[in-house]
């Protein structure tokens, strides 16, 4: 019987891809998002700093990580299965969490799909790669 492995190059690829998606997608919604946070270009650029990329790069890592570990232990057998997975995740953990915070902080309401929409997307394709890219001994 073979074992499952932690496949280091998958969660590589991960943590690359959670990087890449982020960069569009908050390309695409940085007014909605800066009118939100009330945050001005000016402010944004003056606190520039390489601080929150490295931590966006730890952060993914460690997602990407846990999911292949919580993976090697259920036995997912596929990309379909991962996704699931990452779906539920995502929604539960990520896309709530951001709903109920921003609720009790009285943020507007659409910040919640662009903050945690984005994870939502980005953690059921890591689920994705994770079950498709298997490594065995």
Partial sequence: MQTLKINYLAILACVVL???????????????WMEANHI???????????TPYFVSIIH???ISYVMA???QR???T????????????????????HMTVNSFSLRP???????????????PIIG????????YE
């Fill in 18 to 32: 959670a990087q890449v998606i982020p960069a569009i997608w908050y390309t695409i919604f940085s007014e909605p």
């Fill in 40 to 50: 001005t270009m000016e402010q944004a650029q003056a606190a520039a700093s390489a």
């Fill in 60 to 62: 993914a890592f460690l």
């Fill in 69 to 71: 570990w919580l993976f």
């Fill in 74 to 76: 259920m036995k997912v």
């Fill in 78 to 97: 596929s990309g379909m299965e991962g996704l699931q997975i990452g779906l539920a995740i995502g929604f539960s953990f990520v896309l709530m969490e």
């Fill in 109 to 123: 309401y659409y910040l919640t799909w662009i903050d945690g929409g984005c994870t939502f997307v980005v953690i």
């Fill in 128 to 135: 994705f790669i994770l079950g498709s890219w298997r490594k």
